[in-house]
């Protein structure tokens, strides 16, 4: 199907058993929690979904429940996070064999690769696949970063749509509108930046507590874009201790346990990761469970009835 790059997409993540085989049920139970809520698609075998520990054969399956799942009400996308150009090459031309919607491509890891060689790395893997492409712009994190000479050196490849902004700059999103227009849409990455993103102009997010609050985020993104912000920053506010766990290195951990407490998943994670433990886990545990008390329900309500309504209201 189709992707309309705007609203909420989570990043799943991956779920394990004690046995570390993939808990399929689990999976789509988060999934059926996401839709339920209102995202606009998902993101599979993401840096969230332990991507850098997942077989191509595992994520071939959490594709194949993830089509499920969706049944066609959703799109499906697929994260490529590749050393070589030949390996994601490989790994987008399966994405589309498996039925999936789009890909979210990383810059080639391992190598910190120059401009030349990513924007080279880009345009072949987008000419490889007639799937929608989101890059993924994670400097921070991954150690190289999408300049916008790059942006415009990838502007005539027609599959390459929209962005990932996870540069921490939230003028970014202004850089990109100044010079592009909406040639490529622009989805806020990092979850601290939520409201600052969607407020300068942002197309969306792929948001990461998502996970384990669904609900939330879609009532930010669906206030934001029916100009109440002011609703918007009384949620974003209530979640932004649990947003912090999106930018520390064990996130992955940190956002399975939010999800424990949701209801939404388990700890379970895949070696080298070991799950929180001693007084790291109990502080995340403290900030969880004061969220939960505190959480904004009627007013998450209200935001997620602006969807439903698909009602533009006054300016607040």
Known sequence: MAIEWKGVFPAVTTKFKDNDALDLPLFEKNLQAQIEAGVAGIIIGGSLGESSTITVEELGRLVASGLKVSAGRIPVIVNIAAGSTKDAVGIAKQIKEWGADGIMLLPPMRYKSTPEET???????????????????NPV???TEITMDMFDALKDIPAIQAVKESTRDVSNVIRMRNQFGDRFKILCGVDTLTFEELAAGADGLVAGLVCAFPRETVAIYNFIKNNQHQKALEIYRWFMPLLEFDITPQLVQYIKLAEVYTGLGNEAVRAPRLSLTGQQRAAAINTIEAAIRT????????????AANKELTPQD
Not at 295 to 306: D, I, S
């Open 119 to 137: 924007v080279v790395f880009f345009r072949t893997v987008a000419k490889a696949t007639d799937l929608p492409v989101l890059l993924y712009n």
């Open 141 to 143: 994190d991954y150690k």
């Open 295 to 306: 959480r904004p329900l009627k007013l998450v309500e209200q935001g997620l009835a602006l």
